[in-house]
């Protein structure tokens, strides 16, 4: 009994920590762009990179799988030029979740970022700081804390995520059959017991998460910083 | 200190337009321009510390070009050697007042200070009596505070000018005195130029040697001390430094 909750729940852990990563950085490195350049079509760019958020999933994972399939445009030239085969796979499940966590992060972090009172920039740079020492000694360390909440709602995200996940990487058990899509297949086959120890576990890790995140956001630091 | 600026920016807001078209020239050390607020002071400070381009024109200390529009010169705001002290003194508030005094003198990833830096860091927090407060956040410290604080922090990087923006507006009005007097006794110690913008008449009898008036974006008046009482228009708070000291202390 043990081994059946294990076993996808470690994979679900290893796949949402990986997807959280990638969020992480591409949110940053978006949310940073959009609220510190002006551009045309800043805010059309605005509405695709929240997309995710309000798609359903299996949208988004037939997008995917159109798009990372062997003959598709991105998994054609993976496949061709690095052999890589991304459909069926855990580093599949990895992609998926983070398209779909990935508004998460970013929103959180534009809204951190914008929050920043730009003369603390200027300062720094009046103080000969170079742009890459005003952005890690200045912008990140005050978005921090808006930026790690939205990481851990994009993990409890990607935690869950289920239509995405399944329509690229399948249901193999032991290899991309996650938490979720384990309580799926549990409860399709009847087996009440599994599916009952897979709901309770996958609660209390998002519970978990929630709290810690709540926490981290209206943690002393930020109320600290405020004057 | 000479001082060469011109500068041409058009601003556009919700359909509104403001143009600053600034020309002015300065041999002095103790520059205040003075004006009502949204007559482009601080857009004009701004453009000279390079946190803002002009469209056109040319900015130069000392012969040093710093922006040429002709030319398409803009040396970005790191490499002027200005030092800049905000309204609200734009403390980092994630860094202590030792923090923020040291911060431009920290060196490579491992933000180290040297000796050297060490020592001027410990200059700074004893000229600006803030040796027990190094280690306080700028969120624990009063006013006055911050603005030594913003004061030291500028300084600590030996600018070849000084910037400031309404230095004394967020105080009150007694500590506003007292910092006005630290203020002069610092910039004979130091000899920096200073450029300095305020809608305060009060703080022009104290540290003006040389005046400029900007009203909607255009300079009306230019003239060094001691300034004249008779003043063509937008005025009444030249009168009243005319006035002397009995309007002054009011």
């Known amino acids: 009994m043990f081994d059946e909750a294990a076993v996808p729940l470690l994979l679900s852990l290893k796949v949402a920590g990986w997807a959280t990563v990638l969020a992480l950085v591409a949110g940053v490195a978006f949310a940073y762009l959009l609220a510190r350049v002006r551009f045309f079509g800043r805010e059309v760019l605005d509405a695709a990179l929240t997309l995710p958020m309000v798609m359903p999933p299996t949208v988004l994972g037939y997008y995917l799988l159109v798009?990372?399939?062997?003959?598709?445009?991105?998994?054609?030239?993976?496949?061709?030029?690095?052999?890589?085969?991304?459909?069926?796979?855990?580093?599949?499940?990895?992609?998926?979740?983070?398209?779909?966590?990935?508004?998460?992060?970013?929103?959180?972090?534009r809204a951190a970022f914008e929050d920043i009172d730009t003369n603390l920039e200027r300062a720094g740079r009046s103080l000969g700081f170079s742009e890459l020492k005003v952005f890690f000694r200045v912008t990140l360390p005050l978005a921090w804390h808006g930026i790690l909440a939205g990481a851990m709602l994009a993990f409890a995200r990607a935690l869950g995520e289920f239509g995405a996940t399944l329509m690229v990487a399948g249901s193999l058990p032991g290899r991309t059959q996650t938490l979720s899509i384990a309580i799926y297949e549990a409860v399709q086959a009847g087996d009440d017991a599994t599916a009952n120890n897979l709901v309770i576990i996958a609660s209390v890790i998002c519970i978990i998460v929630l709290v810690v995140a709540g926490r981290v956001l209206q943690g002393g630091y930020r109320r600290a910083f405020r004057y | 200190m000479q001082l060469e600026l011109r500068i041409i920016k058009d601003l556009h807001a919700r359909g509104r337009h403001f143009r600053l078209d600034v020309d002015m020239r300065t041999d002095s050390d103790a520059v205040v321009i003075y004006g009502p607020s949204g007559a482009g002071k601080s857009l004009t400070l701004q453009c000279l510390a390079g946190f803002v381009a002009p469209d056109a024109g040319r900015i130069s200390i000392d012969g040093a070009t710093l922006f040429e529009a002709a030319q398409r010169i803009s040396v970005p705001a790191r490499e002027r050697g200005v030092g800049y002290v905000f309204q609200d003194y734009a403390l980092f508030p994630h860094l202590t007042v030792a923090g923020n005094i040291g911060a431009a003198l920290q060196q490579g990833w491992l933000r180290r200070l040297d000796d050297a830096a060490r020592a001027r860091v410990e200059d700074m927090l004893r000229l600006f009596e803030l040796q027990d407060l190094r280690d306080s956040y700028p969120s624990q410290l009063s006013g006055g505070q911050r603005q030594r604080t913003a004061l030291a922090r500028a300084l600590a990087t030996r600018p070849r000018l000084l910037l400031l923006d309404e230095p004394f507006a967020a105080l009150d009005p007694a500590l506003r005195e007292r910092m006005?007097?630290?203020?002069?006794?610092?910039?004979?110690?130091?000899?920096?130029?200073?450029?300095?913008?305020?809608?305060?008449?009060?703080?022009?009898?104290?540290?003006?040697?040389?005046?400029?008036?900007?009203?909607?974006?255009?300079?009306?008046?230019?003239?060094?001390?001691?300034?004249?009482?008779?003043?063509?228009?937008?005025?009444?708070?030249?009168?009243?430094?005319?006035?002397?000291?009995?309007?002054?202390?009011?």
């Open chain 1, 67 to 109: 798009l990372l399939g062997k003959r598709g445009p991105v998994g054609g030239w993976l496949q061709e030029n690095f052999g890589i085969n991304l459909i069926f796979t855990w580093q599949g499940a990895v992609i998926a979740a983070a398209f779909v966590a990935f508004p998460l992060v970013y929103k959180a972090a």
């Open chain 2, 180 to 250: 006005r007097y630290e203020f002069v006794e610092l910039r004979e110690r130091f000899k920096l130029p200073m450029v300095l913008i305020t809608h305060d008449p009060a703080d022009l009898q104290s540290l003006a040697r040389e005046l400029v008036v900007i009203e909607e974006g255009r300079v009306v008046r230019h003239e060094m001390a001691p300034f004249q009482a008779e003043v063509p228009q937008g005025a009444t708070a030249l009168r009243v430094i005319a006035g002397g000291a009995g309007t002054r202390a009011a």
